[in-house]
């Protein structure tokens, strides 16, 4: 009797395959633990086609890089619906982002470990994806602010050009919005590793927490009630 044939896979359905066996490697052994040859063994393939395929140890490694970041950031987009009012966004976004992280540990090691920890251009790769995620944040928290002063605000309720006029107004500073931004982003992936090696913490739980911790403070902010220290005694 002949061998048996098996079914040829589409080229795009083998990549994707090689790539989380990749992702698991690198993941869980770290980048120059990993071997092409594990991860090849995991795909079910052979190394030669890993390299046919994805040309190099550090393409294969980039290109789990931006997989891995696209769909962190695809799951945050989701979460935060454009529908809700702005606080109910940001906090959706940030269940959705530890919903992602904890179904996905290997790939939030590659992003949040790995990649910053092996130089250029790895370190690059993932900054771009976290800049876009920051820049995100950073909407969300200016239309919030917006949001909060305006509700009651006879001037957001009128017309177009005295509704824009008010918004204007109420504007955080660009700087604080964007370190804002920084602060909420860095908190919530020191969080994600944390509660990701803390059984039975929820991403409900997780996102709760860095919201009971942010939109207090936010809040007052918003509402032009900033900390500050007491003055300096003479």
Not at 66 to 84: F, I, K, T
Not at 197 to 208: D, E, K
Request: aromatic share 6%; charged share 25%.
């Amino acid at each position: 009797m002949g061998a048996v044939k098996t079914k040829r896979m589409p080229r795009a359905v083998r990549e994707q395959q090689m790539l989380d066996a990749a992702v698991r490697i690198f993941g869980r052994r770290g980048y120059r633990a990993a071997s092409m040859d594990e991860i090849a063994e995991l795909a079910g393939v052979s190394k030669p086609l890993v390299y046919l395929y994805l040309n190099s140890k550090d393409d294969l490694f980039t290109a789990c890089i931006r997989r891995e970041g696209a769909a962190l950031m695809q799951a945050v987009r989701a979460g935060a619906r454009p529908d809700l009012p702005a606080d109910r966004q940001l906090g959706e976004g940030l269940r959705a982002f530890f919903t992602h992280t904890a179904r996905y540990p290997d790939g939030w090691s590659v992003l949040h470990l790995q990649a910053r920890t092996h130089g250029e251009p790895f370190a690059a790769e993932t900054a771009a994806m976290r800049t876009e995620i920051v820049s995100f944040v950073r909407l969300l928290i200016t239309e919030a602010a917006r949001d909060a002063h305006c509700t009651g605000d006879a001037r957001c309720t009128g017309d177009a050009r005295h509704e824009g006029d008010a918004r204007r107004a109420h504007d955080l500073p660009e700087h604080e919005a964007a370190g804002l931004a920084e602060a909420l982003v860095g908190a919530a992936e020191s969080l994600a590793a944390w509660a990701n090696a803390i059984p039975g913490v929820t991403a409900r739980q997780a996102a709760l927490t860095l919201m009971n911790f942010a939109w207090a403070g936010l809040g007052n902010l918003m509402e032009g009630r900033p900390w500050s220290p007491p003055a300096p005694r003479d």
